[in-house]
């Protein structure tokens, strides 16, 4: 009887680590953002653009950040809050330009200036890991950004 209980035991333990090992070792989906990544640091490397976003309300940000060197010294902070706020350097916080941010459905981002405003912009994040974020506006440009140190 005694063997019988350990037999059972030993079958429960290996099955329960390997469903353990298992769970563990299965990738995420690509289509499944991990949203708590997006709290940090993030700093613009490079935007992708279509000639005809000319046309559309990203044409600021590609002007400024292929003309103006300041542009890419930015770095966005997002706190988990919502909250997301612009600094030069790292170091001078740029307060008109403080914002809120809410993950949507189908890893939708939606941003706004001020926390009662029910307009918002939005941005589809394509990817988001522990060093880069990825997201494409509604013009189709794409904004890359790696994790600020």
């Known amino acids: 009887m005694n063997k019988f209980f350990i037999g059972l035991l030993i079958v429960v333990i290996g099955a329960g680590a390997f469903y353990f090992l298992r ?3 299965k990738p ?6 991990n949203k708590e990544l ?14 005809d976003t000319l046309k559309d309300g990203m044409a600021l940000l590609v002007i400024l950040f292929s ?6 010294d930015l770095v966005y902070d997002f706190r988990a809050d ?3 706020f612009s600094y030069l350097n790292r170091d001078t916080l740029i307060k008109e330009d403080s914002s809120y941010y809410k993950w949507g459905s189908e890893n939708e981002l939606f941003v ?4 009662s405003d029910t307009a918002t912009d939005f941005v589809r994040v394509i990817k988001l890991d522990k060093k880069s974020l990825i ?10 950004f790696s994790k600020a140190k």
Do not use: C
């Open 23 to 25: 769970k563990k070792d």
């Open 28 to 33: 995420i989906a690509d289509n499944e953002i």
């Open 38 to 51: 997006i709290v940090g640091k993030w700093k613009m490397d490079s935007l992708d653009f279509k000639k």
């Open 67 to 72: 003309m103006d060197t300041t542009i890419k």
């Open 82 to 84: 919502g909250l997301v």
């Open 112 to 115: 706004k200036d001020h926390n």
């Open 135 to 144: 997201v494409q506006s509604e013009d189709s440009t794409v904004i890359y």
